[in-house]
């Protein structure tokens, strides 16, 4: 075999392999498009039913009003949305304008095994009546604050006392004073956490409510007096 025949059997044998590369190329490019896709789209059902879960663990229908605060990309188009802003500022939020966080929120309270002694760690798992709000945040913390509005029953107050550091001899209805919130660890994302860290808050006297409670009481002995005598007169 002479030179020239050599050189063009290289050429052919060059060109061959670069064909091959172009098709490998373009059917790797093809075949990473369709697992992009399917990426997406296993993403967008996963959130779906996460959503589907979200809404018969807290209620259906259910009704969340669209978030003013910054929200994590990820979790855009989700029900329950994680909060992107720092540790500080939910504390902040919280003291000014609680019902910010609501979208970010999921109601719980203490889960029926801490409640009757068979674990000896706090538990909480979602309850749309829950006495307290655990929030997911962008950096992978899960803080816990009181769910907002006044304590109105003893049962809020030994609830949160398992969860906050609270001293409270006075009487209800009461008012919260945020200090710090709790931590917790997931068990089951979404759905069941354990406590990590207490939080600590302050449980004062509302004295409006207290006042407004009383000024009740006394209409609704009023009434009992009238329908009382009203009784007895039509018995005469």
């Known amino acids: 075999m002479n030179s020239e025949t050599i050189v063009e059997s290289v050429k052919f044998l060059l060109k061959s392999v670069q064909q091959l590369s172009d098709r490998f190329v373009a059917s790797n490019q093809g075949i990473s498009l369709t697992i992009e896709k399917l990426v997406k789209r296993i993403g967008k059902i996963e959130d779906q039913l996460e959503n589907m879960r979200d809404e018969y663990l807290l209620g259906s229908p259910m009704t969340r009003r669209p978030p003013e605060l910054p929200v994590s990309e990820s979790s855009r188009s989700r029900l329950v949305h994680i909060l992107n802003v720092a540790e500080d500022s939910v504390m902040d939020i919280y003291r000014n304008t609680p019902a910010l966080l609501e979208p970010f929120a999921r109601p719980c309270s203490l889960s029926a095994k801490t409640l009757s002694g068979e674990i000896d760690k706090i538990e909480l798992e979602v309850f749309a009546q829950g006495s307290t709000w655990i929030i997911e945040l962008q950096n992978g913390a899960w803080v816990i604050v009181p769910r907002p509005g006044s304590l109105q029953r003893q049962t809020q107050i030994d609830g949160l006392a398992q969860i906050f550091k609270l001293d409270f001899q006075g009487e209800l209805p009461a008012n919260i004073d945020m200090l710090t919130f709790a931590t917790a660890t997931v068990i089951e994302h979404g759905v069941r956490w354990h406590l990590k860290d207490k939080g600590q808050i302050g449980v004062h006297t509302d004295p409006l409510s207290q006042s407004l409670e009383n000024r009740l009481r006394d ?17 005469e």
């Open 219 to 235: 209409i609704e002995q009023k009434i009992d007096l009238i329908q009382n005598s009203t009784a007895d007169q039509s018995n």
